[in-house]
Structure formats: structure tokens, C-alpha cells
């Protein structure tokens, strides 16, 4: 697995795949007061598979977006639908041990069939393909952890085997093979999901944001444009807000990347990832005439500063030299809430909320994992008893076995994070030498701005002060954002909120 970095790599368009072949959405805005029996905060797939699956059981609902739908984590993911995390198994084995290592994955595969089921009974047309799903030892080093999980998986009762016959182009010592999985148009699929939401008293709001949460007799969700009132309420942003930050320090940010480049020869006819370090997530996609190789990788905590450009021309040299894929088409990073103890989260937002719940923690394998806490919540609001509720229980304390790395949930104080330390004599100058397509810090006086300049040659200035917690953007090259290191927030270049923690956008500063 041989490969080399490139810094200033910017091949292809900064935007995911999905987000660029779905088409749009056109929900209205929330306008004034509107009364449900749920009210959903969020619509990825958590929220939004726990809003048709209410509807489906007869309940009203209110989906609220702050974007459009799909913009969010799960629009950047690879599409795959699974059971099998990589080693999942044998760490949850070693932490929670096995009756929680069974559960996580019978939920995890029901996650699977549900959304098999509901593409098939709502007709959701969203490129789903059923595959084998793989976790490859590249090298020898990697094989006893390979060999174990196919047996623990297996022992489990999921649909798991070892195999020394990998459908790879490049050697490899053998992999865990799940059968029976899937990959799907992660965008189109959540766009399906909303329009089967959206009507006969049910509702999605797009470019509505949630900004208060308050429970009494009904929960009062305050957002941009007026109020819903429901009887209960699932926070379904990734991020949570509303629960005191207790989520944030349970489950820092860490972010991926993904390249989609075009190739030529025969597609992948499965869904990969390796267990072997630097981790590789491969998998093909046909859109509109093209094959797709989507490579996926280079992960690493929100908080530690790297330079983007790199990791996506790590990922995309991996690509050509492996695969022979031609240049990048598209390029993307995520950020996903990584539970410390290796769980999701879903159950209530605060120990004492009655009608609040909450889902997080997706440990980047969203699409089943969300999918399955969602179905948990809906359970849980129906009244109807279900396995997986103790597991994901989200007022559980952290396990006293987590082995994962902490990470600093304290703000670096501004004009400490990741900025160029310019002096003022110096603004106007840098200013002016800002190249089309980049961005700086400058701190003037005590002010710390974010400037950025266009293809057209415009200044866009927002504070840099990050409106979570205070600490000073950074610019993302490669995908010309401003990103928080302290909890990952991210910023477009006008300052507005593309993932939180923060829910309020970067103030505008007036441009030089
Ligand atoms: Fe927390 Fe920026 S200070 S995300």
C-alpha cells in the first residue's frame, strides 16, 4: 500500500459525490407555530428514520433542518450499509464484553435489512446494491485480528466468514467477508425519506434552525422562523445542543476524507476496508455513465490540526497506484461524534428529561448505526420494549474500561489557535497577497478576523472567534472552510454554521 503525500493538492471539486449527483430539495422555511405529536431536530439519518417510522406508527412529526436535507454527515459518508465496523466486535468484546458485542451487531444488522426494507416498500430510488462487505489484512501483521473477528462475528450469529479469496487488485493476506450487505446513494436516500415525511399532517423544514429546546407540558422548540410544540423531541444533529455540552466531552469530533475518482477498469463488485494502518475504505459507485472509485481514509482527531490537501492526496495516490484511477473528480472530508467507549448514544438528552431525547456518538458507521438508534427512539416513544435500549442507553456513565485517547475539550484562547500570528502593520499587505481560493487569520487590535478571497477576487470577512466556545478558526484549504480545533466546528466563508457544535454563524466583519 504504497503511497506519497502532495501538499497544495486540490484535484477535482471540494463537494461530495452524493451532495453533487442528488439534485435538490425545496421544503419551505418554517413560518410561525406548528403542533406535533414529535418533533425531529435534524434530517440525516437519524432523524429522518425516526420521523417516517413515527409517521408510519400514526404519529405526527416535524422534521427541522438547519441546511438542506443530505448536507450533513451523512451526505459525506461512503454509502456503506453494514454490520461489519471493521473490528468492531473485538473491541466492543474487550470493553463491554460479549452479550454487548452480540447486540450492537443484531442492531447493526437489523439497520441493514430496515433500510433494504424501506427502499423496497416506499420505492426509494437510491442506487441500493446488495454486496459482500470486507475488513482486509493488507499485510501478515494484520491477519490474527482479521482471523479473530470473523470468528467472534460469527459467533455472534452475524453473517461473517474468513476468507484468503479477497476481490481486491492488490495482494492481500485474507479478510472478514459479511454477506448480505449493501451500499447506497446516501443523499437520494435521505431525500426519499423526507419526501414520505413531509405531508398528510407531518412536515420538513429546511434551512430552519433549531436555537432552544425547553420541556414542560409540551416541548417548545424555538427555532428560525417560529415554533414547534410537540410531546416529545429527538435531537438528531450529530452534535447535540440543548444538552450542556455533556455529549461533546463523551464524544469528540474526528474527521475523514474521502476522493472519488473515475476508473476504467472492471468496478469493485463488494465494499472494503482494511485493518491494517494507514486504514483504507474503498468501494465503487456507478453515476450517470461513470465508475466511481471512492477512497476514504486518513483520519484523525478534529482537534489536531493537519493540513487537508495532504490527507486527500494520500487518499488519491493510493487510488491511482492500486486502482489506475484517473484524476480526482471529487473530494470531501466528515466529521463524526466518536463515543469514547465505542457506543452510540440514544435516549434521553439530560438525566432528567421526560420528552427530550437525544441520538449521537455514530462512530462513523451512521447509516446503520443511526438507522438502528432511530428505530430504538420510535420504539421507546410507541411504548414498545426494545433489546438494544440498555446498550445505547445514553444516560449510562462512561465505561471505566474506554481506552480510546482523550481529547481536550478546553478553548485555546483566541489568537492561539490556528492562525498566522500576523502583526497589524502587516494586515493590509496580507490581505492584498491573499490568493483566489484562500483564506488567513489576521488579528488587528484586538479583533480576530477570517478573510477570505473569492474566484472573483472579493473579500468575505467574519470574526474568527468561534461562537461555541470561543477559540480561533483555522482556514481548511482543501475544502475553503473555516474549522474549529477545539470541538470541529466548521464555518463556510460568509461564517455560516456548516456542522456544530456551534448553532450561531461567525459575525460578518466589513471587508478592507
Ligand atoms: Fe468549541 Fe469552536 S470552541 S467548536
Same mark, same amino acid.
Not at 441546511?67 to 454527515?73: A, D, P, S
Not at 456518538?361 to 451512521?366: D, E, T
Given at each position: 500500500m504504497s503511497e506519497a503525500s502532495t501538499a497544495g493538492f486540490a484535484e477535482g471539486v471540494p463537494l461530495s459525490l452524493w451532495l453533487a449527483t442528488a439534485g435538490g430539495t425545496d421544503f419551505p422555511k418554517l413560518h410561525g407555530t406548528v403542533e406535533v405529536d414529535v418533533a425531529v431536530i435534524g434530517g440525516g439519518i437519524a432523524g429522518l428514520t425516526a420521523a417516517l417510522a413515527l409517521k408510519r406508527s400514526g404519529r405526527s412529526v416535524a422534521v427541522l433542518e438547519a441546511?438542506?436535507?443530505?448536507?450533513?454527515?451523512t451526505g459525506h459518508t461512503t454509502g456503506k450499509v453494514t454490520s461489519l465496523h471493521r473490528l468492531a466486535y473485538t473491541e466492543l468484546d474487550q470493553t463491554h464484553g460479549r452479550s454487548a458485542a452480540r447486540i450492537y451487531g443484531l442492531a447493526n444488522q437489523a439497520a441493514v435489512e430496515h433500510v433494504a426494507g424501506v427502499v423496497a416498500a416506499e420505492g426509494?430510488?437510491?442506487?441500493?446494491l446488495r454486496v459482500a462487505n470486507y475488513t482486509f489484512?493488507?499485510?501478515?501483521?494484520?491477519l490474527p485480528a482479521v482471523r479473530a473477528e470473523a470468528g467472534l462475528a460469527a459467533g455472534l450469529g452475524l453473517p461473517a466468514a474468513f476468507t484468503a479469496e479477497v476481490p481486491l487488485p492488490f495482494p492481500v493476506a485474507g479478510a472478514v467477508r459479511f454477506d448480505g450487505q449493501a451500499q447506497i446513494h446516501s443523499v437520494q436516500y435521505l431525500q426519499g425519506l423526507a419526501a414520505r415525511v413531509d405531508g398528510e399532517g407531518s412536515f420538513v423544514f429546511e434551512g430552519t434552525r433549531a436555537n432552544d429546546l425547553q420541556e414542560g407540558t409540551r416541548v417548545r422548540i424555538a427555532a428560525e422562523g417560529g415554533t414547534v410544540l410537540a410531546a416529545d423531541a429527538i435531537v438528531a444533529t450529530n452534535v447535540p445542543f440543548g444538552d450542556h455540552g455533556r455529549f461533546e466531552a463523551l464524544c469528540p469530533p474526528h474527521r475523514s476524507y474521502i476522493v472519488a475518482a473515475p476508473l476504467d477498469t472492471p468496478a469493485l463488485d463488494a465494499t472494503f476496508i482494511s485493518a491494517d494502518e494507514p486504514m483504507r475504505s474503498l468501494l465503487t459507485v456507478h453515476l450517470n455513465g461513470m465508475t466511481y472509485l471512492l477512497t476514504g481514509g486518513e483520519g484523525h482527531p478534529a482537534a489536531e490540526p493537519v493540513d487537508p490537501a495532504s490527507r486527500h492526496a494520500s487518499l488519491a495516490a493510493f487510488a491511482r497506484s492500486q486502482f489506475g484511477a484517473g484524476p480526482v473528480a471529487y473530494r470531501w472530508s466528515t466529521q463524526d461524534a466518536m463515543p469514547l467507549d465505542g457506543l452510540p448514544y440514544a435516549g434521553p438528552?439530560?438525566?432528567?428529561? &421526560?420528552?427530550a431525547f437525544v441520538i449521537t456518538?455514530?462512530?462513523?458507521?451512521?447509516l446503520t448505526n443511526g438507522t438502528a438508534a432511530a428505530l430504538m427512539l420510535a420504539d421507546l416513544l410507541n411504548g414498545t420494549p426494545n433489546d438494544w435500549a440498555p446498550l445505547f442507553d445514553s444516560s449510562r456513565a462512561p465505561s471505566p474500561t474506554v481506552t480510546r485517547p482523550e481529547v481536550s475539550t478546553a478553548p485555546t484562547p483566541a489568537g492561539t489557535g490556528n492562525i498566522d500570528g500576523t502583526r497589524p502593520d502587516d494586515a493590509a499587505r496580507q490581505i492584498a497577497d491573499l490568493a483566489p481560493n484562500d483564506g488567513t487569520v489576521i488579528e488587528t487590535a484586538g479583533a480576530s478576523t477570517a478573510y477570505f478571497r473569492d474566484e472573483a477576487g472579493g473579500i468575505h470577512a467574519v470574526s474568527a472567534i468561534c461562537t461555541h466556545l470561543g477559540c480561533t478558526v483555522g482556514f481548511n &484549504?482543501?475544502?475553503r472552510t473555516w474549522d474549529c480545533p477545539c470541538h470541529g466546528s466548521r464555518f463556510d466563508v460568509d461564517g455560516k454554521v456548516i456542522q456544530g457544535p456551534a448553532t450561531e454563524d461567525l459575525p460578518q466583519r466589513p471587508a478592507p
Open positions: 441546511g438542506r436535507i443530505g448536507t450533513g454527515v426509494i430510488s437510491c442506487g441500493f489484512a493488507a499485510a501478515g501483521d494484520a438528552l439530560n438525566p432528567d428529561s &421526560r420528552h456518538g455514530l462512530r462513523k458507521w451512521g &484549504r482543501g475544502e
